[in-house]
């Protein structure tokens, strides 16, 4: 399926976080807190963190899980899985 930038579903997420992940990595990426925030402000927001590792091909599953976390809390998904996530695009996009 080719990347839709309105369809979050579209895209790869990696499989677990990359060694360096800024998230979730054994020896974490340290970000700046500029970028830090910006990274932060666009996972709680409107979009993704894609991963480094991967020429940012896929999105990074350490962001992903920090997102889903936090979309769960405030009760926007029931669980904090891609599955959730996907049926809650899903469903919005079909409104």
């Not at 974490?28 to 500029?34: A, G, H, K």
């Not at 970028?35 to 932060?40: A, F, G, P, S």
């Not at 997102?67 to 996907?86: H, I, R, S, Y």
Request: proline residues 6%.
């Amino acid at each position: 399926m080719k990347p839709n930038r309105n369809d979050l579903r579209t895209y790869q997420v990696q499989s677990s976080p990359c060694k360096t992940c800024p998230f979730d990595g054994e020896t974490p990426l340290m970000l700046s807190e500029p970028r830090l925030i910006e990274v932060y402000e666009n996972l709680l927001g409107n979009g993704q963190h894609f991963c480094h590792s991967v020429n940012n091909s896929k999105i990074c599953r350490g962001g992903r899980n920090f997102q889903l976390k936090w979309l769960c809390t405030v009760g926007m998904l029931d669980e904090p899985t891609d599955e959730a996530f996907n049926q809650a695009m899903k469903e919005t996009l079909e409104r």
